[in-house]
């Protein structure tokens, strides 16, 4: 088990500040995160003492339903703990939407850039869609509304598919639940930090009011094309797992 553990430390090293390309350091993460399910190890059994700690970012964000579902899915994904408050601000007298991200920095990273990537993507779509559309203006809004809730919607389904297909895959008698060990072992140590904090969560169910059923279909149909895989940029270049 030691040369197991010790192979997994190599790989997990293996970044682009230590000379590896982008494809073989991301390729490095994921065979480290398959060998830490098949010998069912956590990142606690292999952890350095250099180990990046967990904390917390916040950034003020639109108050939008679709936007919140997007941002809560992919830190889901990526081993992030994801939640919103309001505070007012007293320079424009409005109430101000502010997101938190807890997690490690690499995950953060990724988790973040990620969430703007599939912001953006949705908006690009948004007016793609309706560029040439001749409607009323009350009617545009309406449908632009609907296409862009539908295009979130399927968006935040496939990334919860995405993260299901992950979970259930490792099924041992000690984990009776399916949970892989290094998200069990992450999200306990995401949980452990909130509480240190004293920080409780709670869900809020939001509702959705579709207008137009046309564009909402036309837009969950958008939402299948929109590419889920990690996206490699200048920030995202960290490994998924530290």
């Known amino acids: 088990m030691k040369d197991i553990i010790n192979k997994i430390k190599k790989l997990l090293a293996m970044s682009e500040k230590n000379g590896a390309s982008e494809n073989e350091s991301m390729m490095a993460s994921e065979k480290a995160l398959e060998l830490l399910k098949q010998h069912n190890l956590s ?29 809560h899915q992919t830190a889901q994904l990526y081993f992030c703990q994801f939640y919103t408050t309001t505070k007012y601000n007293s320079e424009t007298y409005k109430k ?10 690499s995950n953060r990273i990724v ?12 908006k690009r779509l948004v007016e793609q869609e309706f560029k040439k559309v001749k409607l009323s203006p009350l009617a545009k809004r309406r449908a632009k509304s609907a296409f862009t809730l539908g295009c979130a919607n399927r968006l ?27 998200y ?22 939001s509702r959705m009011s579709i207008r137009d059923r046309m564009a909402y279909a036309n837009g969950q ?5 929109i590419g889920i895989d990690t996206q490699v940029n200048d920030k995202t270049k960290a490994r998924l797992l530290t």
Not at 45 to 57: N, V
Not at 96 to 105: D, K, L, M, P
Request: proline share 5%; charged share 30%.
């Open 156 to 182: 935040c389904k496939r990334l919860k598919e995405k993260y299901l297909s992950i979970v259930p895959e490792y099924q041992p008698i000690a984990n009776p639940d399916g949970l892989p060990m290094l």
């Open 111 to 122: 988790a973040t850039e990620m969430c703007n990537y599939f912001i953006r993507t949705v």
């Open 43 to 71: 990142l606690s059994d292999i952890k350095d003492e250099d180990q990046e700690p967990i904390e917390k970012e916040t950034q003020v964000v639109d108050q939008n339903v679709w936007q919140r579902w997007i941002r």
């Open 221 to 225: 149909s958008k939402g299948n094309g």
């Open 184 to 205: 069990k072992s992450e999200q306990k140590a995401l949980t452990d930090w909130l509480a240190k904090q004293g920080i409780t969560l709670t869900n809020s169910k």
């Open 96 to 105: 101000e939407t502010i997101a938190h991200f807890v997690g490690r920095e």
